[in-house]
């Protein structure tokens, strides 16, 4: 079935509405467990197959990261961050824990889009992440974050400062050693995310509509440094 975002909303709202709630003595309504888990497996359900209708086609970008090729990521090597093609994967490190390392691709300005990308880390205290609709000469944007702890949040940037965090939470590791598929949905003011083919957070903000897209890498916990490794890269154009 091809999903709408409008047959989304209306599915989540049926499987609410007939949910069977219970009752507790104060005439509270309790959702049991199974209502629960049926809200969960419908929302997980309808969301795979929307991501998976709009990234049927071929992307409008694609990048193995393999090498540096004809491509327009930067290159950067300092004492606090580096942006590079190394062993087959394009790797983002800091050495400053109190800054993320952003590295962009001059060429990849998109509005609405569909983003995927597999993200290697191999240690804890590990932040990777993408960057999105995002300005890099004013430092305007969104960061789509995650930690090797298992948090994720995404940041809306104002000149490089966050100015909001607009969803945070907990519970999605990063696999250490394997690759970890992440995936954004970016359509006018509403974001979708996912870790790993599971949905994690959806956001509204009209803030930002179009911009550089980029990879990120910081430091959590007490780490000197950090290492991301990218590939693989596509994005669809909506």
Known sequence: HVYTVREMAATLTAVTATAQ?????LGIAIVGNE?????V?????????????LTGGKPSFSD??????????????????????????????????????????????????VLQTQ??????????????RFDPAKGNGYSFILSSNGSYWIDLYSHYDVSSVLVSGSGVPLLKGKSNKLAIIAQG??????????HIAHVRDKSYMSGEIGLLAGIAGLRVSADVAYSNVQIWGL
């Open 189 to 198: 003011k509403e974001f979708d995310f996912y870790v790993n083919g599971m």
């Open 64 to 113: 193995s990261m393999a090498d540096a090729g004809d491509d327009n990521w930067q290159s950067v090597s300092s004492q606090q961050l580096g942006c590079a093609f190394v062993g087959g994967a394009y790797h983002v490190t800091i050495r400053d824990p109190k800054i993320f390392a952003f590295c962009f691709d001059k060429a990849a300005n998109f509005t609405d889009f």
């Open 119 to 132: 993200l290697d880390v191999t240690t804890d205290g590990v932040i990777g992440g993408v960057n999105f």
């Open 41 to 53: 497996t419908a929302t997980s359900t309808v969301f795979d197959q929307y991501l998976k209708q």
């Open 21 to 25: 709630a219970k009752i507790d003595p």
């Open 35 to 39: 209502t629960a888990q049926a809200q």
